[in-house]
């Protein structure tokens, strides 16, 4: 892999701990309040989330502490810096709580700010709010954007009542800056000779005002005099700032990424979630002079007037300097002018010119209407740092002219964010393209500048071949709407009623069980040592209890606790009904065995610990109709995860025939992984036998460390000899179930596509797999839907019978020995059992 992929951003994101004391900062209270802020864009309530926990989680009192915590876990933070103290030489702001937000441009930046100071002065955390931005085109499209917001009387009703500011005041700095107040200014308005109220009002306040500054990549990469003033005021010890947050679509310094991100949503995510527009860029062109390289362009500005004609749209053209801006107008005119057969005044006027010179500083104005099909302005020319700031939508042709104005990972993401933004025009409809045309003759150089900024990379991929086995199979599936009017009440249930007619959950249990570990070994051989696997099985006893041991120990607890409450549960629940009730749970897995394994045991004592259940309410998910429909296996869509994931959790399994299958360009890619002596041993698993690798794709690729061994021991011999096909699911656009869960105080509604969908004869095993212990109160109604969800499919279907199944780790082995002996349909892993006690 390439050495310039080495250090990936989100290696390189900080990890805000997820602990908080629920007793000072309850999150859950702004639930709907991000919902109506956000909406769908849950990376913009993600973000909030991760801020106001990092500020007021109380785990951290300054940057320093932050970055400490993230490099002692963090293997390339550590690779990248050397050591803790070069790390902490990176910090901008290391002796307050600083972050920095690196969301795309185009991807709506402003919520989360505005989020975040909502938030903030709610808490009471903060007096007022001082947002900074670079220049007076940023500071006016901020201001009105958060004038609109407040103007939202539903984000002001669903703020908690107890809000100490639910209102606050949008306002400059030309007047005084009060309590509850967000004051929007550009950072020239910071200086001491500026007739601003900054100094006045926030001098000895800083401790309880936040800090928003926006593109703050100049506050890291300031040229002039007047913007490198921006962190000196930051720092300045007369205000003593406390909360400081840079939010930035381009957060380098250079070529370098900021070293306090906490939370990234990049240009690859807003592409592929269609946020944006998505990318198209030269990568080989024939040679040529700048009058042909002018039709070229002057061509894909004609097509793309076509191709979205209900909009116009424009072309920018990117230089180095005023200087050669200047030259590049008179030139782009007089060609437009002979191509168009017109005058040069009346190409002029489709020409608008965008730089910082005192002669140039009215078209700066005219930016905020070139989208207006009343407007004549069809092309751009700008300076490469004077991109930011402009909110036009209708860019579909970016023009880099000179290598220098594209020579930099921030020059990339500033030129590349002009395009991203999506005409209301084409939301939701097929995805619009930006093209950027840059000269052949040096794509090659900047080829990795580009692919880091979109955090594109190479991907291996999996998708449907025709092998000479046919593993294809059909699931059935059912259309769903939400309802959240309407609810489930679960009734109060006392002195244990809940057990009296049902048993208790156990977990499906043995005696024994063989568990296999891989080994890496290190053996000498031709070329020096080398490292090779080896795999050993060893037969593990489990500790088991008999039946009357547990009875009688439950029976005793009941006897304690009657005396101390003068209740009387243990006449009721005698050793010989405690016993009858054990061996009828021990039943419902088909146990007879008369012994209870340590988990059940524990669920056991749990069962009778609980006196009084409450009553509970979710929304329910009604079917829109109860016929199901079908979905094909072959149908399913690509899955790819990129080369770099390979080193982190990911793994590909791969049989004989994966190379003569794949497309050419995925085999070159699965030669060069297999060659690649530096990946670890886990990521390539070959399977021998091809008649094992019962999935009807040419790969099967695994995300995280649980799914590489479940398909582990799908593909074992005896495992594989029991099944007649099985399918890796896509995350999104398969199989999807809805569910509805509590997050706190409120709803949320969510959908999830299972892991794995197993063929056995006419049954379907679908089967979601966990890490060990992952008892979320999500889980719980992921496991809620599913049975329903099955349940339904099972009544309305014949001939087809689902079987859902919760897994972990812990309980694979005894999963794979019910699959063989088919007691699957009863079969209970502890983390399922868990999920229902």
């Avoid at 906490?262 to 998505?278: C, F, G, M, Q």
Wanted: proline letters at 3%; charged letters at 25%.
């Amino acid at each position: 892999m390439e050495d310039q992929q080495k250090f990936r951003n989100e290696d390189l994101v900080l990890h805000v701990s997820p602990s908080y004391n629920p007793q000072t900062l309850d999150l859950s209270k702004y639930e709907p309040f991000l919902e109506a802020l956000c909406g769908t864009r849950e990376y913009q309530s993600d973000a909030i989330r991760e801020t106001v926990r990092y500020f007021l989680g109380g785990q951290y009192s300054n940057t320093e502490e932050l970055a400490t915590q993230n490099y002692q876990g963090n293997s390339k933070l550590q690779e990248k810096y050397g050591s803790l103290k070069a790390f902490i030489k990176t910090l901008q702001l290391p002796d307050c709580l600083s972050c920095s937000i690196d969301h795309a441009t185009g991807t709506g930046k402003s919520y989360a700010m505005y989020g975040i100071a909502r938030i903030l002065l709610a808490e009471g955390a903060v007096d007022q709010v001082l947002v900074l931005c670079p220049s007076i085109t940023i500071e006016a499209g901020l201001t009105e954007k958060f004038r609109s917001l407040s103007s939202d009387r539903t984000l002001k009703d669903v703020l908690p009542e107890n809000a100490k500011v639910l209102n606050p005041r949008i306002v400059n700095a030309t007047g005084t800056i009060e309590k509850g107040d967000i004051c929007i200014e550009n950072i020239h308005a910071t200086r001491i000779n500026t007739k601003s109220a900054i100094e006045d009002s926030l001098t000895g306040k800083g401790a309880r005002t936040l800090i928003l500054n926006d593109e703050a990549h100049h506050l890291m990469n300031a040229l002039d005099a007047e913007l490198k003033q921006w962190k000196g005021f930051l720092l300045d010890a007369k205000y003593g700032f406390q909360y400081v947050v840079n939010v930035s679509g381009t957060c380098y310094i250079g070529n370098e990424y900021f070293a306090d991100v906490i939370h990234r949503y990049s240009l690859r995510n807003a592409i592929e979630d269609r946020v944006v527009k998505t990318i198209s860029y030269v990568q080989e062109d024939t040679p040529g002079g700048e009058d042909e390289k002018f039709q070229k362009i002057y061509a894909n500005h004609t097509a793309n007037k076509t191709t979205y004609r209900m909009v116009k749209p424009i072309t920018i053209l990117v230089t180095k300097d005023i200087s050669a801006c200047k030259s590049l107008t008179e030139r782009l005119v007089e060609f437009l002018a002979k191509k168009e057969k017109t005058t040069k005044g009346s190409a002029a006027e489709k020409v608008l010119i965008v730089t910082s010179a005192e002669e140039h500083k009215k078209n700066v104005q005219i930016l905020r209407m070139v989208d207006s099909k009343d407007n004549p302005v069809e092309w751009i020319t700008s300076v490469s740092m004077l991109s930011e700031g402009w909110d036009v939508k209708n860019v579909f042709q970016i023009v880099p002219h000179e290598e220098r104005a594209f020579n930099s990972k921030l020059l990339i993401a500033q030129v590349l964010g002009r395009g991203l933004r999506i005409p209301n025009e084409y939301k939701g409809g097929a995805q619009p393209v930006v093209t950027v045309f840059n000269h052949e003759k040096w794509s090659g150089s900047i080829r990795h500048l580009v692919d880091e900024v979109m955090d594109i990379e190479k991907r291996i991929n999996s998708y449907h071949v025709d092998k000479n086995e046919d593993y294809n199979f059909e699931l059935d599936q059912i259309n769903y709407e939400r309802d959240i009017a309407e609810t489930v009440t679960y009734a109060q249930e006392r002195e244990y009623n809940l057990l009296e007619n049902k048993p208790i959950t156990y977990s499906t249990q043995s005696i024994s069980e063989d568990s296999s570990t891989t080994y890496v070994i290190a053996t000498p051989g031709t070329k020096g040592i080398e490292w090779q696997e080896k795999q050993q099985n060893t037969t593990i006893e489990h500790e088991m209890v008999p039946v009357e041991e547990v009875a009688n120990d439950i029976f005793n607890r009941l006897v304690v606790f009657d005396q101390d409450a003068n209740t009387s549960y243990s006449e009721k629940w005698t050793r010989e009904k405690l016993a009858a009730k054990i061996l009828e749970s021990l039943a419902a897995r088909e146990d007879k065995s008369g012994m209870v394994s340590k988990e059940n045991r524990l669920k056991t004592l749990q069962a009778f610990g609980i006196i009084q259940r409450e009553k509970s309410t979710f929304p329910r998910i009604v079917p829109i109709s109860t016929k199901p429909f079908k979905i094909a296996t072959k149908d399913m869509p690509k899955h790819s995860i990129p080369f770099s994931a390979l080193r982190k959790d990911g793994a590909v399994f791969l049989d004989e025939n994966a190379l003569l299958l794949s497309t050419e360009s995925d085999t070159e890619l699965l030669q060069q992984l297999l060659n690649d002596d530096d990946l670890p041993k886990r990521v390539m698993n070959n399977v021998d036998n091809a008649y094992n690798f019962k999935t009807p794709v040419n790969v099967a690729l695994t995300d995280y460390r649980p799914e590489q061994k479940f398909v582990s021991k799908l593909v074992e011999e005896k495992n594989a000899k029991a099944l007649d096909a099985w399918i890796k699911s896509v995350d999104v656009g398969f199989y999807s179930i809805p569910y509805t869960w509590r997050k706190g105080e409120h709803p949320k509604q969510g959908s999830f596509n299972p892991d794995f969908f197993i063929k056995v004869g006419d049954d379907i095993l679908c089967v979601e797999i966990k890490i060990d212990d992952d008892t979320s109160d999500e889980n719980k109604a992921k496991l809620l839907a599913a049975r329903l969800h099955f349940k339904t499919l099972n009544d309305l279907l014949a001939g087809t019978t689902y079987y859902f199944k919760f897994l972990s780790p812990v309980s694979y082995e005894l999963f794979f020995k019910a699959l063989r002996e088919k007691t699957y349909a009863t079969f209970k892993s502890q983390l399922e059992a868990d999920l229902e006690g």
